[in-house]
């Protein structure tokens, strides 16, 4: 991914710019997850629809979180 492509995603949710889940790769939903978790940032009701349609496709991978302090 290029560094302009990353800065384009910038302060943007998941549901802006990632594409339908069956294209991602696998780690992709989970590291979003754990970031969410992590920070504890807030989601939407769209960035979590397309947070869990990932993590759905593999439900017994497991997310370790340390929250930040």
């Avoid at 989970?30 to 992590?38: A, E």
């Avoid at 504890?40 to 759905?56: K, Y």
């Amino acid at each position: 991914m290029s560094a302009a492509s990353n800065r384009s995603k910038a302060d943007k949710d998941p549901s802006t710019w990632m594409p339908p889940s069956r294209q991602l790769p696998l780690p992709v939903p989970h590291r979003l997850g754990h970031r969410q978790t992590r920070y504890r940032l807030t989601v939407d009701p769209t960035e979590q629809a397309v947070l869990a349609e990932g993590l759905a496709r593999c439900p017994d991978l497991p997310i370790h979180v340390t929250l930040a302090r």
